[in-house]
């Protein structure tokens, strides 16, 4: 695959390589979690909480409306 | 986490650290951890942009990883392959989750607390790289993902190609047009590279 002329021509492309190996360095994750993280995974079975998805609400609040409605029915049934 | 016998512990290496673990050898995942966290961790960290996100996601990918480490296939590519795979799947649906898809502009972005210790300080925090940096997240994930292995983590192409599995052919191609879409992306954004 080629570059397009002008990019090539105006050396950008050897700028912008030049901008990703300048810029783009390793970052070196806090201590704190590297050792919490192996302190976790070494001491049983992986526990992890996983998020909700947004699924679950609209579930839960469906649920919650008809519920309410039957509640709301029985009792003006019962009036 | 079993532990192996005194007898049959020989020594851990990248080829057998696999078998090791999966037999429930716990020298062995402190291994494989202490090989790969770092470099899992700047994966998710230069992909996503938020510490506390990539903290959460590369515990999320070393759990998944040992849960399943008897599923592991051999298929004569390095471990980490199968990590930035399950890091790559977690970070997509990190992006389908709406509720942090939403963008934050940088100048709206709060200074964060104990810079010392926040891994952002340990860039140069010029206006160049945070441009860079949302250059790089409005690529497709496999540019970025290959832009990210190539320069932050140092592999050849020969590598990146084993970790995304494709041909080193490819992945030149893909090199290519992320270099081109990156340009055009920063232009976007008001970064202009000098000539």
Redesign the interface.
């Known amino acids: 695959?080629?570059?397009?002329k002008d990019?090539v021509e105006?050396?950008?492309?050897l700028?912008?390589?030049h901008?990703?190996?300048k810029?783009?360095?390793?970052?070196?994750?806090?201590p704190v979690?590297?050792s919490s993280?192996?302190q976790?995974?070494?001491?049983?079975?992986?526990t992890?909480l996983e998020?909700r998805?947004?699924y679950f609400g609209f579930l839960a609040l469906g649920l919650g409306l008809v519920i309410t409605a039957l509640i709301v029915l029985m009792f003006r049934r019962s009036r | 986490?079993k532990t192996v016998p005194e007898e049959t512990m020989t020594e851990i290496t990248e080829e057998n650290a696999v078998a090791r673990a999966s037999q429930g050898d716990?020298e062995a995942?402190?291994f494989l951890?202490?090989r790969n966290?770092?470099?899992i961790?700047?994966y998710i960290?230069?992909r996503i942009g938020s510490?506390a996100d990539?903290?959460d996601l590369?515990?999320?990918v070393?759990?998944r990883a040992?849960?399943h480490i008897n599923t592991y296939v051999e298929k004569g590519v390095p471990f980490s392959a199968w990590l930035y795979r399950i890091a790559h799947n977690l970070i997509a649906n990190y992006h389908r989750?709406?509720?942090r898809r939403r963008e934050v502009p940088l100048e709206d972005q709060p200074e964060m607390p104990h810079q010392a210790?926040h891994?952002?300080s340990?860039?140069?925090k010029?206006q160049?790289?945070e441009l860079?940096l949302t250059g790089i997240r409005r690529l497709t994930a496999d540019r970025q993902q290959l832009?990210?292995l190539k320069?932050?983590?140092d592999y050849s192409n020969a590598e990146i190609a084993e970790i995304m599995g494709k041909s080193e052919g490819a992945i030149?191609?893909l090199y290519?047009?992320a270099?081109?879409a990156?340009?055009v992306e920063?232009n976007k954004i008001g970064y202009q590279?000098?000539?």
Request: charged share 25%; aromatic share 14%; proline share 5%.
């Open positions: 695959m080629e570059y397009p990019f105006g050396g950008k492309i700028n912008l390589e901008s990703l190996a810029n783009l360095k390793p970052v070196r994750p806090d979690f590297i993280l192996r976790k995974l070494s001491s049983g079975p992986a992890l998020r998805h947004d | 986490m716990a995942f402190s951890y202490e966290v770092t470099r961790y700047n960290y230069y510490e990539a903290e590369t515990a999320r070393f759990y040992f849960g989750d709406s509720h210790d891994p952002e340990a860039l140069v010029s160049e790289v860079l832009l990210i320069f932050v983590e030149k191609s290519h047009r270099l081109i990156l340009r920063m590279l000098e000539e």
